[in-house]
């Protein structure tokens, strides 16, 4: 068989499997499309031989209902603990070995994937660029001349370039959904507590999920049940009621002219073709829920991620990145005055889009407002990642959950995409408007071939 033409989709490889794939040769083939990408800035870590070799042995007979990702290869963020295999967060300074996997990574191996290694990140996962990091910067998977994204930006990059079936990323402020518009992937993005976050290192904690990477929808949906589930050693774990995509939404809202953010023309021509594909449309204003935003990087959240990691960042003066280290030292701004009057405003918020949710089953958004260069990332690197953040970073702050799909091309061939936002445990509604979506760009693309 030859492996170098055949998707490392979900699908296609439990049919190879099933005709008697060995995963060993997967694996082979998945580092040989590693090597092939001549990137070393997707991953910090690839799992030593032995490793990889006693994860395969570990599997159990071939049975796809059962361990619904058996044999398929998995990248993992380098802010998720791998057990085994050094941790940096994208900070050499904070390397160590944890002694156990977390969570979702045990939640992994249960479900049959081999965990190939550990991926680049915006360092301590603070950015949407995907370029803060002291190792090797990622390569947009599809213009090298364009930032990846991030903060999950390797992970992106290796299900994009066809490495691996999935990746898993984290999502604070848009970190699963930003690199997965700009790579033209699917970008899973869970309802909060929803996924264990037991063994990440936290950006926001009250805030965090980790998020899951794809090609296709029914992966990324197939990775969330593996991950899905309470877990009471996480305290900020949630329950919620589990559904299986079904009925199409259909009170589904888009921004208004004065909400709709889009900076460069092929972007709006882009939004313009996926609007089109939706099965029906109203707009509405969101500018209250945009501006809830303010609260993450212009309001006292700066203080949570100074929280997170600001003990290490002063125990280790000229370790971390000089962005990130600029973001968090924003944080003596703050008061715990200022905390509790950005916690009612955010209640505030909240209830708002409680009222929206009321009214709306489903926002579709733009993924992101614009495809920033590196070059104009050099030359100001604060602007073009806030610019990246206005469709993201106002969603976990509210309790939503976010689902990015790609979509209809920009008249430049760069990738774009639409994320369909809804309340919480709304996950399955929107994977069942991305599935829809996806069968009308299909079918649209069919028929101009044809």
Known sequence: MDLTSLPFQRAALHVAYRAGL??????????????????????LDVAPAEMI?????ALPSFDPVAYPLWGLPVAVKDNIALA??????????????????????RRLREAGAIILGKTNLDQ?????????????????????????????????????RGIVTLALGTDTAGSGRVPAALNGIVGLKPSLGAVSTRGVVPACRSLDCVSVFATCLDDAWAGFSALAGEDRADPFSRPIIWQEPGAVPVRIAVPHAADTHLDEAAGRVAWAAALGL???????AITEMLNAAKLLYEGPWVAERAAAFGDFARAHPGALHPVTQKIIDGASGFSAVDAFRGMYKLAEYRRVAEDFFAAHDVLVVPSVPCFPTLAALAADPFGPNARLGVYTNFVNLLDLAALAVPGPKRPDSLPAGITLIGPRGSDAALMALGLEFTRRQAAAEKAVAA
């Open 278 to 284: 939706l099965p029906s449309a109203q707009e509405a």
């Open 124 to 160: 301590f996962a603070t950015g949407l660029v995907g370029v803060r990091t002291p190792y090797p910067v990622p390569r947009n998977a599809v213009s090298a001349d364009h930032v990846p994204g991030g903060s999950s930006s390797g992970s992106a990059v290796a299900v994009a």
């Open 22 to 43: 060995a995963p060993e040769l997967v694996v082979a083939e998945a580092l040989r499309r590693l090597e092939a990408a001549h990137d070393p800035g997707i991953f």
């Open 84 to 105: 085994g295999r050094p941790m940096t967060a994208a900070c050499p300074a904070f390397s160590h070995t944890p002694t156990e996997d977390a969570e979702v990574v």
């Open 53 to 57: 070799a006693a994860a395969i042995s």
